[in-house]
């Protein structure tokens, strides 16, 4: 069998680079929304409202009991038909759809924002209750005490952890192919099936991946070594 790696690449190649623009957005988009999700549920789940925290350990254990593509299809395919009907109660005749891309950003948020509140919520606890203590005895109330003295350290001592996640959902995106997201494994997908290259076209999508993942990687490595030489 005739390998055309050089001819695959000179083709393929242009589209790859559209398609690195679109899961370098998604995953930043995706990785930032899902921190913001994080740092509310785990505050949620630490709450002392007993029926928030366990309508939030409730959810959390529904995405994590699910799988990730089965989310991206619900939040396509299934969320604008429920917002359409919600609203036709109302008598709004709506035709709600949402972008792939959007849906993808939706989640990864919801997603990773749910494991990692977990990895937040347990390095909160992890805190020496001596520095809640000292703040209080300081004069702080409870949120200041949490936000100005436990927070800092436990976000923190969870940056490698979010290294690892950040390195998983840039490899992720790829599910969001079957959504139509014109990222790197379905422009691929689609260049196989019309070149007949496809050894060629997924060694040269693995080698993409690995470019984009191990410089991640490094640098989260790097962060981590920073910080463990400021402290």
């Known amino acids: 069998m005739e390998l055309h790696f050089k001819k695959a690449l000179d083709t393929l190649g242009p589209s790859l680079w559209g398609g690195i623009g679109i899961v370098l957005f998604i995953t930043l988009a995706g990785f930032a929304c899902a921190l913001a999700v994080a740092l509310l549920v785990a505050v949620g789940r630490l709450s002392k409202i ?22 991206f299809f619900y939040i396509y395919y299934v969320v604008p038909i429920l917002l359409n009907s919600i609203l036709s109660l109302f008598g709004y005749d709506t035709n709600i759809q949402l972008e792939a891309s959007t849906c993808g950003i939706i989640g990864f948020a919801i997603n990773y924002g749910c494991y990692m509140s977990e990895v937040i919520r347990s390095a909160i606890l992890a805190i020496d209750s001596g520095q809640r203590e000292a703040g209080l005895a300081l004069g702080f109330s409870e949120n200041k005490v949490l936000f100005h003295f436990i927070m800092p350290p436990a976000l923190r001592n969870s940056v490698p952890v979010f290294g690892n996640y950040l390195v998983m959902l840039i490899k992720d995106t790829s599910l969001l192919a079957m959504i139509s997201v014109q990222e790197l494994l379905l422009r691929t997908k689609t260049y196989a099936s019309q070149t007949f290259l496809t050894v060629e076209a997924y060694t040269i999508l693995a080698l993409v991946y690995l470019c984009l993942s191990i410089p991640l990687s490094y640098l989260s490595r790097m962060v981590e070594r920073m910080l463990k030489r400021a402290r």
């Open 50 to 71: 007993k029926i928030l925290s366990r309508i939030l350990a409730i959810i959390i254990e529904l995405v994590r009991g699910t799988p990730l593509l089965v989310q």
